[in-house]
C-alpha cells in the first residue's frame, strides 16, 4: 500500500496545482500531510518529516539558490548575457544553440551541482530563446535540463555517476569509458526529440509560460539600459568571471578531492557556498563599476524578491520528498529485485531502470533515488549474470526518469525559466522522460560487450 499511497500523494499535488490551480507550496503541503499519515508514518513523524525536510534542502541550496540569482540579477544589469548570446548566436547558428547548450552542460558541467548550473544557465537560455523563434523558450529550457541531468548521471565527476559507481565498485575510469559517451549522446537526442515534439500545437505559451514579474521588470529594465547606453563597457570575458571563476573553483575541488590532492584550502575554495560567493562579489564590484550604484541596488532588490519565491517551493518540494522517504518504500522495492536473482541480462537490465525510475518518480531526487537503489541491488550484485557497469548505467538510465513536482529542482527550473508548472511538466518532465527512454538502448547496447 505504500507504493500506492506514494502515487496517490503525488497525483493529488499535480491535480491541485494543475485543474484546481491551487498554489504550489499549498499543493505539496498537502499531498505531503495525505501520504504521511495514510501510510502510516503517523502525525509526529509526518510534521517532523516535512519541517526536516525544508530545513535539509535550505541547507544544501539555500545559499546557492540566493547567491545564483543575486549573480544572475547583477549579470543582467550589465548586459552580460545578452552579449553572451550575440557571441553563441553568431558562433553556432540559432537553430543549433539548443544542442551546443546541451552538449556544454553535459560534459563541461557535471562537476557542478546541478542546482548551481540552473541558476547559472537559465539567463542564458532566456535570453537565447528569443533568437530562436516562437519555441525558442521551451526548447532551451529543455536543452538545459536535459543536459544537466545527462551530465548528471553519466559523466564523472557528477554526483550520482560518482555515487553509483562507488556503491557498486566500479572503477571510475571504467565507468567515463561508456558515461562520456551516452551522457552527450542522450542530451543531444532528447533535444532533437524535443524539437520535433514543439513544431505543432504542443506549447502554447499563453498557458505554458509564467515569468515571474521581478523577472520581467529587470530584464525589461536591463535592455532599455543597455540600449541607451553610450559609455565604456568592459569586456565579455570579464563581465562573465562571476559565472566562470566559480565554475573553475567549483570542478577544481572536485577534481583535487576525486585524485586526493585535495587540502582544507582547496576545500574551503571549492566549496560551492563559498565560490558563488565570490562570484557574487565580483559581480557585484563589477555593476558598480559599469551601471552604477542606483542599478546595482535595484538589481539586488529583484533579485531579493525572486530569490523569497524559489526558496519556499524548493523547500516545500524536499519536506514531500523527505515524507516519501519514511514511508520506507525502498524497502519494497527491495523485495521486488531480490525475487528476480538470475533473471536473463535484458530482464535484470530493464528491472534496475524500472526501480531506480520509480524511485525518482517516488522520492523527487535523481541522485537520492540513483544512490538508493544502487544499495539495493550492490548486495545481490554477484548472483545476476550482468555486468557491474550495466547495472550501474541502467540505473542512471531510470533514475532519469520524469523530474516533476516532488522535486526541489522542478521548482526552481520553473521559476528561473519562467514556465508555469504545466510548462515545466512539458519541458523538463518530458525531456529527462526522453533521456531516460533514450539512454536505456545505449545501455542494452554496452551489456554486449561490456
Do not use: C
Not at 540552473?118 to 525558442?136: E, K
Not at 526541489?408 to 510548462?423: A, C, E, R
Amino acid at each position: 500500500m505504500v507504493a500506492v499511497h506514494t502515487a496517490i500523494a503525488i497525483i493529488l499535488a499535480i491535480g491541485l496545482i494543475i485543474r484546481f490551480k491551487v498554489d504550489p507550496v499549498i499543493s505539496l503541503v498537502i499531498a505531503s500531510l495525505y501520504l504521511g499519515l495514510a501510510s502510516g508514518v503517523g502525525f509526529a513523524d509526518t510534521i517532523e518529516a516535512i519541517t526536516v525536510g525544508f530545513g535539509e534542502i535550505m541547507t544544501e541550496v539555500g545559499l546557492l539558490i540566493g547567491f545564483g540569482v543575486l549573480i544572475g540579477a547583477l549579470l543582467h544589469s550589465t548586459g552580460a548575457f545578452r552579449r553572451m548570446v550575440g557571441v553563441l548566436v553568431r558562433a553556432v547558428g540559432a537553430t543549433r544553440l539548443p544542442y551546443a547548450m546541451a552538449t556544454l552542460l553535459s560534459t563541461l558541467m557535471p562537476s557542478i551541482y546541478v542546482d548551481v548550473q540552473v541558476v547559472l544557465a537559465s539567463p542564458v537560455a532566456r535570453s537565447a530563446s528569443t533568437y530562436i523563434g516562437r519555441n525558442g523558450l521551451p526548447l532551451m529550457a529543455s536543452a538545459l535540463g536535459a543536459g544537466i541531468f545527462a551530465g548528471y548521471v553519466f559523466v564523472i565527476p557528477g554526483l550520482a555517476a560518482i555515487s553509483i559507481a562507488g556503491l557498486l565498485d566500479i572503477p571510475l575510469g571504467r565507468w567515463l569509458l561508456f558515461g562520456i559517451v551516452i551522457g552527450p549522446v542522450t542530451a543531444i537526442l532528447t533535444s532533437l526529440v524535443m524539437r520535433l515534439l514543439l513544431r505543432g500545437t504542443f506549447w502554447k505559451p499563453e498557458s505554458d509560460e509564467e515569468v515571474n514579474e521581478a523577472m520581467a521588470e529587470q530584464e525589461a529594465h536591463d535592455a532599455a539600459a543597455a540600449e541607451a547606453k553610450t559609455g565604456r563597457s568592459l569586456p565579455l570575458v570579464v563581465l562573465l568571471l562571476p559565472i566562470l571563476v566559480p565554475l573553475v573553483l567549483i570542478a577544481f575541488g572536485a577534481f583535487a578531492d576525486l585524485f586526493d590532492f585535495s587540502n582544507s584550502f582547496i576545500a574551503f575554495l571549492g566549496n560551492a557556498n563559498v565560490a558563488l560567493f565570490i562570484g557574487l562579489l565580483g559581480a557585484y564590484l563589477m555593476s558598480r563599476a559599469t551601471a552604477g550604484l542606483a542599478s546595482t541596488r535595484e538589481a539586488m532588490d529583484e533579485g531579493f524578491h525572486t530569490t523569497g519565491e524559489i526558496l519556499l517551493i524548493t523547500g516545500v518540494g524536499g519536506s514531500l520528498g523527505a515524507v516519501i522517504t519514511q514511508t520506507g518504500l525502498d524497502k519494497v522495492l527491495a523485495g521486488l529485485f531480490q525475487a528476480e536473482t538470475g533473471a536473463p541480462i535484458i530482464l535484470s537490465i530493464l528491472l534496475t531502470w524500472f526501480i531506480a525510475a520509480l524511485l525518482h518518480l517516488a522520492i523527487g531526487s535523481v541522485s537520492v533515488a540513483a544512490i538508493t537503489a544502487a544499495g539495493i541491488i550492490a548486495p545481490i550484485l554477484g548472483s545476476l549474470n550482468v555486468s557491474p557497469i550495466v547495472i550501474g548505467l541502467a540505473i542512471a538510465s531510470g533514475a532519469l526518469f520524469a523530474l516533476q513536482v516532488d522535486s526541489n529542482f522542478f521548482w526552481m527550473f520553473k521559476s528561473l525559466l519562467g514556465l508555469s508548472t504545466k510548462g515545466s511538466l512539458k519541458t523538463l518532465t518530458l525531456a529527462t522522460s526522453i533521456a531516460s527512454v533514450v539512454s536505456l538502448p545505449m545501455v542494452i547496447v554496452v551489456s554486449l560487450f561490456a
